[in-house]
Nanobody, 120 residues
Framework: QVQLVESGGGLVQTGGSLRLSCAAS????????MGWYRQAAGKQRDVVAA???????NYADSVKGRFTISRDNAKNTVYLQMASLKPEDTAVYYC??????????????WGQGTQVTVSS
């Protein structure tokens, strides 16, 4: 089975930095888009950043200029480098991947979530 395993969350002070990682494993034919989402307590899950297989990126306005998404296709891994963190960035962060299991089978997968807390 395919799994996405996240790491890198934690507690950081305002203005600090963190790097999140998400590695996909299992029987994978290829991975198309990958992305990061976040969900604050009592709120809906919103997209933070996304990246195509070729490296084209998109960011939510709230994180543009502070966060950088990247990927290593050889390792089936996506990263989120977060800088200049603010208390409003506090949330559970989830990675997402659009994965082809074969030329005929495609599924959307989610990581288990990792908590990011920014103290004020």
């Amino acid at each position: 089975q395919v799994q996405l395993v996240e790491s890198g969350g934690g507690l950081v002070q305002t203005g600090g930095s963190l790097r999140l990682s998400c590695a996909a494993s299992g029987s994978i034919f290829s991975i198309n888009n990958m992305g990061w989402y976040r969900q604050a307590a009592g709120k809906q899950r919103d997209v933070v950043a996304a990246i195509t297989r070729g490296g084209t990126t998109n960011y939510a306005d709230s994180v543009k200029g502070r966060f950088t998404i990247s990927r290593d296709n050889a390792k089936n891994t996506v990263y989120l480098q977060m800088a200049s963190l603010k208390p409003e960035d506090t949330a559970v962060y989830y990675c997402n991947a659009d994965i082809l299991l074969s030329r005929q089978r495609r599924n959307d997968y989610w990581g288990q979530g990792t908590q990011v807390t920014v103290s004020s």
